[in-house]
Antibody, heavy 121, light 109 residues
């Protein structure tokens, strides 16, 4: 069955960077795009961006362009999401979510368990 | 940027029908998807492509879309359906971008 297992919780200082991993199994990693979604404490879901694991092409929400980088390692069937220049309002649970298509941000279907990133001085 | 609008809260008694709406200008042309999220858990897809139900989702969950509004309906809502519900669709200007509605807190009591 499809499984997305994310890396563990992180605590970072303002200005630092964080890289969250999403290791997949149970399907062909390069056949479906991967979304990243975050949720600040007590807030709603926020779509951050998407990577095509086959080509490496990415698409980011305007808010995150220039500060978020999504990459993948096809040999490890793992997607990564890095946020740089962290601020306190980046404190959130970050989710990866597998789509059912490859070329469009169609439908985050299967989700990882989430990774809590806390930004605090 | 494209937005999807949901009511912040909906409240029903057990056994009643709950309806949660999601409005967006592109919904006549783009599918809506619905997610359920319970506290401390990852979201779960409950409706895809406006009205289809994934396997394992109870039949009391249904979806529809008309014009610029999509609706999630829970017939005979149960206490365990109390959760946050989010709609999702593709950005009108770029099919490689997604957008979530602000979420609706469903209270069943």
């Amino acid at each position: 069955q499809v499984q997305l297992v994310q890396s563990g919780a992180e605590v970072k200082k303002p200005g630092a960077s964080v890289k969250v991993s999403c290791k997949t199994s149970g399907y062909t990693f390069t056949a479906y795009c991967m979304h990243w979604v975050r949720q600040a404490p007590g807030q709603g879901l926020e779509w951050m961006g998407w990577i095509n694991p086959n080509s490496g092409v990415t698409s980011y929400a305007q808010k995150f362009q220039g500060r978020v980088t999504m990459t993948r390692d096809t040999s490890m069937s793992t997607a990564y999401m890095e946020v740089s220049r962290l601020r306190s309002d980046d404190t959130a649970v970050y989710y990866c979510a597998k789509d059912v298509k490859l070329e469009v941000a169609y439908n985050p279907w299967s989700w990882g368990q989430g990774t809590l990133v806390t930004v605090s001085s | 940027s494209y937005e999807l609008t949901q009511p912040p809260s909906v409240s029903v008694s057990p056994g009643q029908t709950a309806r949660i709406t999601c409005s967006g200008d592109a919904l006549p042309k783009k599918y809506a998807f619905w997610y359920q999220q319970k506290p401390g858990q990852a979201p779960v897809l409950v409706i895809y492509e406006d009205s289809k139900r994934p396997s394992g989702i109870p039949e009391r969950f249904s979806g529809s879309s008309s014009g610029t509004m999509a609706t999630l309906t829970i017939r005979g809502a149960q206490v365990e359906d109390e959760a946050d519900y989010y709609c999702y669709s593709i950005d009108t200007s770029d099919k490689r971008r997604g957008v979530f509605g602000g979420g609706t807190k469903l209270t069943v009591l």
